[in-house]
């Protein structure tokens, strides 16, 4: 099991993926719908929550010189989230537009050809501190568009190959049914992706897609047996369940008045990493020992995180200072 990291500086996380402004809806002065540009993009979510729980992490990602671009950097920044594995470019900032269902819950509608973060290719690694090679003992987190959009996914593909093994692995496919060509094949490659990782997290929503008419005990039971050491389930209002290897785990989500759930679950993700960084548990061994106890400490705080988000508009998870208790 790790112990907690030598001094604030050394990098915990390295979040690889998408980076995109959300476009989310909202009213002017004479009551007519407008849209708001707010940082997005799952993997920049979580990258940014794990900076406001005090949590080393840096984003990996093409982030464009646009007016958007300048707009994510500004929020990585103020995240604390660290910049040196983001690469410039002059391709466009993507847009997802936000369309909010009654219960505040979100749909998405995305704007991503030819844009910055999708236009990452395995070259484009050359190009980062230490010719790609990330930092020692850090965690890599993956998911969502990244494991759709191409070049970027065929470079995420590459690097959890060559990472797995090496340090602890998150996987979060965060599923876009929208953008997605090939069911079968995505379907081959999830599945080859989940044996490499260590933690893969999914919604209810994302396995009734993925494995609809399948029970989610079912589901975890496989991605276990095919090698990853934990798996999250989140329910949105009802809590979030996890299967580890000797417990499983369910817990309530606290009750909060809902704005909206817009990046919801990648504060889930980053509470998950952040517990699991602050407990001295970021790798394999630590995740493999975790009890019952443990399973459901963590699963407290990440649900918390997620439930303080959807208090406020968009994907604005708390800063630790904020209130937000220490996850050890």
Same mark, same amino acid.
């Given at each position: 099991?790790?112990?907690?990291?030598?001094?604030?500086?050394?990098?915990?996380?390295?979040?690889?993926?998408?980076?995109?402004?959300?476009?989310?809806?909202?009213?002017?002065?004479? *009551?007519?719908?407008?849209?708001?540009?707010?940082?997005?993009?799952?993997?920049?979510?979580?990258?940014?929550?794990?900076?406001?729980?005090?949590?080393?992490?840096?984003?990996?990602?093409?982030?464009?010189?646009?007016?958007?671009? %300048?707009?994510?950097?500004?929020?990585?920044?103020?995240?604390?989230?660290?910049?040196?594995?983001?690469?410039?470019?002059?391709?466009?900032?993507?847009?997802?537009?936000?369309?909010?269902?009654?219960? *505040? /819950?979100?749909?998405?509608?995305?704007?991503?050809?030819?844009?910055?973060?999708?236009?990452?290719?395995?070259?484009?690694?050359?190009?980062?501190? +230490?010719?790609?090679?990330?930092?020692?003992?850090?965690?890599?987190?993956?998911?969502?568009?990244?494991?759709?959009?191409?070049?970027?996914?065929?470079?995420?593909? %590459?690097?959890?190959?060559?990472?797995?093994?090496?340090?602890?692995?998150?996987? +979060?496919?965060?599923? &876009?049914?929208?953008?997605?060509?090939?069911?079968?094949?995505?379907?081959?490659?999830?599945?080859?992706?989940?044996?490499?990782? +260590?933690?893969?997290?999914?919604?209810?929503?994302?396995?009734?897609?993925?494995?609809?008419?399948?029970?989610?005990?079912?589901?975890?039971?496989?991605?276990?047996? /095919?090698?990853?050491?934990?798996?999250?389930?989140?329910?949105?209002? &009802?809590?979030?369940?996890?299967?580890?290897?000797?417990?499983?785990?369910?817990?309530?989500?606290?009750?909060?008045?809902?704005? +909206?759930?817009?990046?919801?679950?990648?504060?889930?993700?980053?509470?998950?990493?952040?517990?699991?960084?602050?407990?001295?548990?970021?790798?394999?061994?630590?995740?493999?020992?975790?009890?019952?106890?443990?399973?459901?400490?963590?699963?407290?705080?990440?649900?918390?995180?997620?439930?303080?988000?959807?208090? &406020?508009?968009?994907?604005?998870?708390?800063?630790? &200072?904020?209130?937000?208790?220490?996850?050890?």
């Amino acid at each position: 099991m790790s112990a907690e990291p030598e001094t604030a500086d050394k990098p915990a996380v390295v979040v690889a993926g998408d980076a995109l402004v959300d476009l989310t809806p909202t009213r002017t002065a004479d *009551g007519a719908t407008a849209f708001q540009p707010c940082p997005g993009g799952s993997c920049l979510n979580v990258a940014a929550g794990l900076g406001r729980l005090g949590v080393p992490a840096m984003l990996l990602a093409r982030i464009s010189d646009d007016y958007f671009g %300048g707009l994510l950097r500004a929020h990585l920044a103020a995240s604390g989230t660290r910049l040196t594995h983001v690469l410039p470019t002059s391709d466009p900032t993507a847009l997802a537009a936000v369309h909010l269902r009654e219960d *505040g /819950s979100a749909a998405y509608s995305f704007h991503a050809n030819g844009a910055a973060d999708r236009g990452l290719r395995p070259e484009h690694l050359a190009a980062l501190p +230490d010719g790609g090679t990330l930092p020692p003992g850090a965690a890599l987190h993956l998911g969502s568009l990244g494991l759709l959009l191409e070049p970027l996914a065929l470079t995420l593909d %590459g690097l959890l190959r060559r990472e797995a093994g090496r340090r602890l692995v998150s996987l +979060d496919p965060n599923v &876009r049914p929208g953008l997605v060509t090939d069911r079968a094949a995505y379907l081959r490659r999830l599945a080859e992706w989940v044996a490499l990782a +260590d933690v893969v997290k999914a919604s209810d929503e994302d396995l009734a897609w993925l494995h609809p008419g399948e029970s989610y005990e079912a589901v975890a039971d496989r991605w276990l047996a /095919s090698g990853a050491g934990l798996v999250l389930i989140t329910f949105g209002s &009802r809590g979030a369940w996890a299967a580890g290897r000797d417990a499983r785990v369910h817990v309530p989500a606290p009750a909060v008045e809902v704005v +909206d759930t817009v990046g919801a679950g990648d504060a889930f993700t980053a509470g998950a990493l952040a517990h699991l960084h602050h407990t001295g548990r970021l790798d394999r061994e630590g995740v493999d020992g975790l009890g019952a106890g443990e399973l459901a400490r963590l699963l407290s705080y990440a649900v918390e995180i997620a439930a303080d988000t959807c208090t &406020r508009a968009g994907a604005q998870p708390p800063y630790r &200072r904020d209130g937000v208790p220490a996850s050890a």
